[in-house]
Structures are given as C-alpha cells and as structure tokens.
C-alpha cells in the first residue's frame, strides 16, 4: 500500500459516507431451473432452420412463364436432359437452371437496331439489262423464331448459351436473306415483295432448322433501299407509265365526248327533221283552213249579195252599180280617191231607162 494506499483511502472515504453503513458483501442468486436447456434448444432450432433454408435454396430454382430450363450441375458441370418451362422446381444439390426465352425471339436488321445494320446484298440480272449484274440493295427487315424443348440441349451444347446462339441465328439468317435475294429481279421488289418474303422465310427456316434445331416464325421485309441513281430511273421510267396510262383515259375520254357529240349531232338532226315536217305541216294546215275560210267567206258574201239583190230588187247593172259605190266608200276612208262619172245627161238617161 504505502503513500498510494493512503491516498486512495481519502479518496474513497467520503463516498462511503454518502453512501451509509456498509450492509456487508450482496447474496449472488442463480440462474432460473431449466434457462440453459431453452437457450441450447433455440440455437439448435436456429441452427437446424438455417441449414435446412440453405439446403432449400441450393436445390429449388425459378423459371419465368416464358422461360425453358435445362438442369445443370454446378459441381460437375453435367447438363440434364429434361427441359421444363415456368414456375419453382425443386432440384439436386448445388443445380441450377440454363435459361432460354420460351416465347417467340426477334432478329431485327435496320439502322435502328442493336442486332444488326440492314442487310447489304445484290438482286438479280435485269432481264432487260443482262449485263448489269443486278442492282444494289439493303434490306431491312425483322425474323422471329422460337427454340423447341426437343433440341433445345442440343442448342445448348452446340453455342453453349442463348447469345451466342442468336448470334449464330442472326448471322445464318442474314445469310439466306442476301442469297434469296439474288434470284429476283429488282422489279419484284416492288411487284411481288410478298412471294421474296415467303421464299425467304422457308429458305431461312430450313436452315434454322438444320444448323440451329430452331423454327423459323415470321419473316418481314419493312423496306428495300436501292442506288439513287437507280431509285431515280425507275421513278422516271414509272412517272413515264403513269402518264402513258393517263394519256390512254384521255383518249378515252376524248372517244366518249365524241360518240356524245355524234349522237347529239343526230338528236339535232333528228329534231329538226320534225321541227322542219311539223312546219310543213303546220303551213299546209293554215294554208287549207285559209282557203277553207276564204271560200265560205266568198260563199256566204255571194249567198247575203244574191239575198240583198232579190229584197232590192236590184238588176244585175245596178248591181254593179252598188259595188261601185262600196268600192268608193271603202277606199275613201283611207284617204282621197279619185273617181271618173260619167256625164249627168247620160247618168239621167240611164237612171230613166231603168
């Protein structure tokens, strides 16, 4: 103890008097009957769960609904045969799955796309121009295909995964692509672009088939690019169609104006055929009732004359005598009429011998 004895004493003494009298050394109790049993039993239980999540976990795996799974091993490297599609599937220890798409996968070749530019290839010759070799053209267009479970192992094993395989596929396609194309002629890219897709798809789809044991689905050509010098012939040389086929309506049309002029030129004719036999017609009618009118006229002043003459009882000469005067009388009130008598003497003496 010494000095640092001492002073630790001082140190000490006023908490123990805060504190009170000392109440001597504290009773230790036990732990409670059966703690230790509960506390060993939960960390077995632990222990057993993680173990059994553990083992849980190294043998079930997912698979999407669209995806297939081939078995693998991740110990021995050994590839199942089985292929199954969708859903949890309890495995062997340490297995896992080798995912590919179950549904339909799309090949794109466009300059828009991360597969592939559009594809680069020639048509055929012109029959026309023998010697040009064909034109050049570039194709874009979009191929769908899907893996079958029967040979999808087999896909495995030959690429070794799904991107290498569609590399495979992509390649292989484009391939039957620009070789179809050399057997049309560039009309037919415009004329019968649907029967160069159909041949195209079935040339791609036998060889999918039999170098990548998958089937071909669908095959699309979206556009055909050719030069544009040659682009800008065919335009011409199909503005100079168009125009021949507008200059035949025309003369069609020009036909139809003149077969109507014809036959309105007849319609005339034809109508002033009748016009013409209707005036004809028209005068002798008018030119008969006149004469008609005329003679009963002279018929009815001859019978009313002969009546007058029989009340008077005019002789013919003074007959005449009388029209002479009406005669006068119906030109005078037109105007002035110059009249020749006869001497007064010779009028009297006639008057007398009537």
Known sequence: SGPEGTMRGQLLAPVAMAQGPSQGPRRRFGPLRGGSALEGAAAC????????????????????????GIT????????????????????????????FPASQVTLRWSRDSVDHPPIATRTGADPQDPDSGGQP????????????????????????????????????????????AQDFT?????????????????????????????????FEMMKVDFAGSFEESITQ??????????????????????????MRADNE????????GAQADSKELRAGATRDAFHMKQATKA?????????LAFTPGQMQEYFKIKSVQGQGASGKVVVGLPEIGESA??????
């Open 137 to 180: 053209i570039s194709i874009t267009c979009a191929l769908q295909f899907e893996f079958i479970p029967s040979t999808l192992r087999d896909v495995y094993l030959a690429f070794a995964s799904f991107e290498a395989a569609r590399q495979r596929f992509l390649l292989l396609a484009g391939n039957m692509v620009s070789n179809v």
């Open 72 to 99: 693998r091993s991740f110990v021995s490297g050994r590839i199942g045969r089985e292929v199954v599609r969708g859903g949890l599937h309890v495995m062997g220890p340490f297995s896992g799955f080798l995912k």
């Open 237 to 262: 040389v199909q503005v100079a169609e168009q125009q021949r086929v507008v200059n035949e309506y025309e003369q069609q049309v020009q036909q139809v104006v003149q077969s109507i002029e014809v």
């Open 349 to 354: 003496a006639s008057v007398k011998h009537g």
């Open 45 to 68: 239980a632990g222990c057993f769960g993680a173990v059994l999540f553990l083992l849980f976990a190294s043998c079930a795996a997912t698979l999407g609904p669209n995806e297939y």
């Open 186 to 218: 560039p009309q037919a890219f415009w004329k019968d672009r649907a029967v160069i897709a159909e041949k195209m798809l079935q040339q791609i789809n036998n060889t999918l088939w039999t170098q990548g044991g998958v089937v071909a689905k669908r």
């Open 303 to 311: 019978r009313k004359y002969s009546e007058l003459q029989h009340v």
């Open 269 to 276: 004719a034809l109508i002033a055929n009748i016009s013409a």
